[in-house]
């Protein structure tokens, strides 16, 4: 059967067999979490504990404020120590409650109602999700409960499962697609009802054949209807427009999202979370984070509670290794932000910690650009990397919009074939910034 996938890309070397095969591992409680109150795209969350206030496991402690924004909630028990402004994965600061544990836990599983999706309306099914802080677990941490409220007039025909994960190194999803894939399936039914959408897909890349027989059997005995559809290992196979393109042949136009073509995307992990927040009632306090690269010494995918320091969660995988050079990463080598501290916490949008060492860090460069229109080959997006990144760097906000960079999705894959090693798609995120600090200025 022929492979489906999108128009250009790149194939990286990825990395996978690292932890493919590695069953997710429970991390160890940590006696400190450091939990952000920003951890989604939106407006940050407004603290709704101080200190020395105790907090319960699951407890909400802060409060989302705006429409695009959620909730996050304590990810142990404990005393809350301060509430601070901290390093973020982001490469930002953000405003963090700081909690030590008590060292007690909750089953969730024993306090679960049952999941009866009969039972439930869309707007139920939306507040529950919205109640239990779920964001994009992929990475893109748009608050869930917004992305499945499309406006009104807007029609959306189809969901589709993001289980591609063609970033290199991460098997996060993969993972929760062989052990959980009962959970997966049943989040997409819930999503499919929320958005009232009467086809589900599920995409998965073709190197995953353990997830895809597991997916097949879920599907088999609990949502005939949905269907698998057999990706092409490519890379970025699973950003939203890509995908939705490989799968159903639609194009999202530039400056449009996918509802405008009656589609809604969402990650595998997202929909598992979905699952238990019905089911258990239970929030975003934990994740699966896979920790892989030639830099750690023992690569795993560990489940993590938010707010557990990166050095924390790497000492866990044996630490790192000695005697190279190394780059830690939140996120893989294609996407992934390079950190400056350990001291970051994990936070909803952390799929992975990557650690390159010695000859695996590709250091950027300046030199001049060769015209060869590498990038402009593996552009997914069909633009011209080369040129918005020049019109970023230097600041010509206006040439930079009217060339389309907001249309960029900062895959990579530009810096990924330049053989002059330039940092293109960090330039055109600067371009980006530039653009919306300009848009601000006039406005005013």
């Known amino acids: 059967m022929k492979l489906k996938t999108f128009e250009r890309g790149v194939h990286p070397s990825y990395n996978k067999e690292l ?3 590695k069953a997710v591992v429970r991390a160890g409680l940590p006696g400190r979490v450091i939990i952000p109150l920003s951890q989604h795209i939106g407006a940050p969350c407004e603290p709704v504990v101080k200190k020395g206030d105790e907090v319960s496991e699951g407890q909400k402690i802060g409060e989302a404020t705006s429409f695009v924004s959620a909730p996050v909630h304590s990810s142990i028990s404990g005393k809350v ?15 963090a409650v700081v909690i030590e544990g008590d060292g007690e836990t909750r089953d969730w599983e024993s306090d679960g109602g049952g999941f009866d999706l009969d039972a439930l309306g869309p707007e139920e099914i939306r507040g529950l999700i919205r109640d239990a802080g779920i964001v994009g677990l992929g990475g893109a941490t748009f608050p869930t409960s917004v992305k499945l409220s499309p406006p009104k007039g807007s029609r959306i025909d189809s969901v589709i499962l993001n289980g591609c994960e063609c970033e290199p190194f991460l098997t996060a999803d993969h993972r929760i697609m062989v052990e959980e894939s009962e959970k997966v399936v049943l989040g997409l039914k819930a999503i499919m009802k929320t958005v009232g959408a009467g086809s589900g897909y599920i995409g998965i890349e073709d190197n995953k054949p353990d997830a895809i027989e597991a997916i097949k059997a879920a599907v088999s005995s609990l949502a005939p209807d949905i269907r698998i559809v057999l990706l092409e290992t490519k890379y970025p196979q699973g950003a939203e427009k890509m995908l939705i393109d490989a ?7 530039v400056g449009k999202l996918p509802l405008d073509v009656g589609v809604v995307v969402n990650n595998i992990g997202t929909a598992a979370a979905i699952y238990e927040a019905i089911r258990y009632r239970k929030p975003v306090i934990e994740r699966v984070v896979t920790v892989s690269g030639n830099g750690v010494k023992e690569p795993k995918n560990l489940l993590v509670r938010i707010g557990t320091t990166f050095d924390e969660v790497i000492s866990q995988c044996g630490g790192l290794v000695d005697g190279m050079e190394k780059e830690v990463l939140s996120g893989g080598p294609m996407m992934g932000v390079a950190q400056k501290t350990l001291e970051v916490p994990v936070v909803k949008g952390t799929s992975g910690i990557t650690v390159l060492a010695g000859s695996e860090i590709k250091p950027a460069t300046h030199k001049p650009c060769i015209r060869c229109a590498s990038c402009v080959d593996a552009c997914p997006m069909g633009l011209m990397p ?16 009217s060339w389309s960079g907001l249309a960029c999705i900062e895959c990579g894959c530009c810096s990924f074939v330049c053989p002059a090693k330039r940092p293109l798609v960090q330039w055109i995120r600067v371009g980006k910034v530039r653009l919306r600090e300009a848009e601000r200025s006039s406005s005013k």
């Open 386 to 401: 080369y040129k918005i990144a020049d019109m970023g760097r230097l600041g010509m906000t206006d040439d930079f919009k």
């Open 19 to 21: 932890t493919a095969d």
């Open 247 to 253: 799968v159903l042949g639609r194009k999202v136009p």
């Open 81 to 95: 120590k301060d509430i601070v402004m901290h390093p973020h994965p982001s490469g930002a600061r953000a405003l």
